[in-house]
């Protein structure tokens, strides 16, 4: 049988930039291309993609195979198919979500999306990959059963087991055990919520924290979550039809998400249960629930853009709530309370996953990865998706389980990672890095360009400027310009 390698190009060691090399003899697959938000210490980017000239070296890249469509698996692909133009695979919401991203910026790769049903089997080049639905925050994730060279590999993607999830559609468990049944040699595995213990509870159990505070709101309610979120977005409409109120929409992300979600059937709203936008204008405020993206306070999104008054028809006053139902991302925490105190101030009421159980994670805390490794029983388990304290947990976990180190350890990007008949051991690194975007081009690869703004925000800038004749004697100035 082959020997496999595994190559990381982003992840491992960060939430965001999800991308897996997988090769055999030559041939490589690319699990997931994700990117990462820009941050304050990014001044000017927008966004990071993985540096992904680790494909340019020999060897034929096959296809992409993409297990769902958060933009921490989808966010790179454009940027990969200016250069590699191979076939990308994915469920139909994963590239509905796609789709709109490359129709802004390279609209020609369309065609290379090939849409596959949950159960499928696609095959490229020696690799032959099963999607397998599992249950994670967006309509339409996947986790991966890839075949090559002889091996078995099980790639989970983003999940958590939701007994109860609210498009009724569960984690194909059936399928898990097959491949179990069958023999899989490595298991990658969402390592998120890791260090989190117990099982992550359900989705619905937010639909009955809307349905429990909506009918106490004497205002406007306002629900600020990730568009992308179609469970929760379906579940915050039913609890406010409970509550006597139409929704509309605002952002968009959100109406076009939404969009693409209902053309699908993932998104079910009963007939008078949305109103668009202009209609919503002179509801009344109690008669109205307002969802809209903005939840990590994101400048330029809809809640940031209200909670300044810069949308006319669309104003917080006394009386209304604000709910936040998404996780406070680490290192948007500073943004997040900023905007919670904006909407203190037009006095709103505001809830958030602090004070409130309007979020669940949809990732895989301890006991969901120990029931993911008992179902598919790999030979090797290789944590995947996290910091290095969630890789870690995750590692604790297999431990606990009887994986030995041989069996089981944490990696980071650029670790090459070999799986043969001895099990999985790291076997040498290659280099691997981001790059910068900055509207919708790569700039600035390397930290360099970012010292330099770094440097220049702190410190301003001095410029002497003069006019010279060619003996070198000064015509006019010198004068001196000072910014910062
Ligand atoms: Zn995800």
Redesign the pocket.
Known sequence: MTAVRLVPLGGLGEIGLNCLVVEAGGERLLVDCGLLFAQDHHPGVDYLVPDLSYLDTPGRLRAVVVT?G?E??IGGIPHLLARHRVPVYGTAMTLGLLRERLAERAPTATSLLQSVAPGAVVEAGPFRVEFIRIT???AGACALGIEVGGRRIVHTG?FKFDPTPVDGLPTDEAALTRWGDAGVDLLCCDSTNAHRPGPTPSERIVGQAFRDLLPRVEGRAWVATFASNVHRVQQVIEASRAAGRRVTLLGRAMVRTARIARSLGHLKPAPGDLVPEPRSRGFPRDALTVILTGSQAEPGSALWRVTRGLEPHHRIVPGDHVFLSSRLIPGNEREIYRLIDRCIRLGARVHYEEVSEIHVS?HASAADARRMVELTRPRCVLPVHGELRHLQALTDVTREMGYGPDRAFRAENGQVIVLDDGGIRPEGTVPTGRCYVEAGAEAGEGDAALADRRRLGRSGLALVVAAVDPAGAIVWGPRVELRG
């Open positions: 769902h958060h921490d698996h994670h925050s967006t983003d949809g």
